[in-house]
Antibody, heavy 124, light 107 residues
Framework: QVQLQESGPGLVKPSETLSLTCAVS??????????WSWIRQSPGTGLEWIGY???????YYNPSLESRLIMSVDTSKNQFSLSLRSVTAADTAVYYC????????????????WGKGTTVTVSS | DIQMTQSPFTLSASVGDRVTITCRAS??????LAWYQQKPGKAPKVLIS???SLERGVPSRFSGSGSGTEFTLTISSLQPDDFATYYC?????????FGQGTKLEIK
């Protein structure tokens, strides 16, 4: 059974870069069947999908965050990462990494596995 | 972007009740809709995908229906473990969006 685990600093200063990593266990990130995603949740904005990365490195970012966002994948370590620069208090949230799967014969992806989430606070 | 609107925001019900939550899309998403359950301090858990397909291990008291722009999640007989917040999510097109959530409370 695939499990995902987020890691990274819980506190980031305004204007700095938020960096998180998601370790995947119980399955290979190099499987071509999945997208690997980040979602965040804050009381003010609810659940917000950030973007996904494919094992090949192809990405799709939410346009609302695209200018500040970089995702990367390390297949040798079976993990993927998020980097969000120039953070403000509005980026304070619980950040989840997740796996997106599709139904057989269709290429529409939904989130079927979530990490436990990590709280990131932006504050000086 | 396709926006999702859920109703009601909160729902008070008792064990054994049948409850329905509604989700509307701002344009047609065919049947590319998922429902998630979230408990305090936990990650969401997928219940239903493709509008009506029950995920493995999810109790049969949960069901989903709808297509196009109108969808419902029904719990046929509420159990104590079902009191949580429920979210819909469209995955017809990126960026995907979630509804704002429906908090199911004990009456």
């Amino acid at each position: 059974q695939v499990q995902l685990q987020e890691s990274g600093p819980g506190l980031v200063k305004p204007s700095e870069t938020l960096s998180l990593t998601c370790a995947v266990s119980g399955g290979s990130i190099s499987s071509g069947d999945y997208y690997w995603s980040w979602i965040r949740q804050s009381p003010g904005t609810g659940l917000e999908w950030i973007g996904y990365i494919y094992y090949s490195g192809n990405t799709y970012y939410n346009p609302s965050l695209e200018s500040r966002l970089i995702m990367s994948v390390d297949t040798s370590k079976n993990q993927f990462s998020l980097s969000l620069r120039s953070v403000t208090a509005a980026d304070t949230a619980v950040y989840y990494c997740a796996r997106e799967s599709h139904h057989a014969g269709h290429y529409y992806y939904y989130i079927d596995v979530w990490g436990k989430g990590t709280t990131v606070t932006v504050s000086s | 972007d396709i926006q999702m609107t859920q109703s009601p925001f909160t729902l008070s019900a008792s064990v054994g009740d049948r409850v329905t939550i509604t989700c509307r899309a701002s344009e047609s998403i065919n049947n590319w809709l998922a429902w998630y359950q979230q408990k305090p301090g936990k990650a969401p858990k997928v219940l239903i995908s493709k509008a009506s397909s029950l995920e493995r291990g999810v109790p049969s008291r949960f069901s989903g229906s709808g297509s196009g722009t109108e969808f419902t999640l029904t719990i046929s007989s509420l159990q104590p473990d079902d009191f949580a917040t429920y979210y819909c999510q469209q995955y017809n097109s990126y960026p995907v969006h979630f509804g704002q959530g429906t908090k199911l409370e004990i009456k």
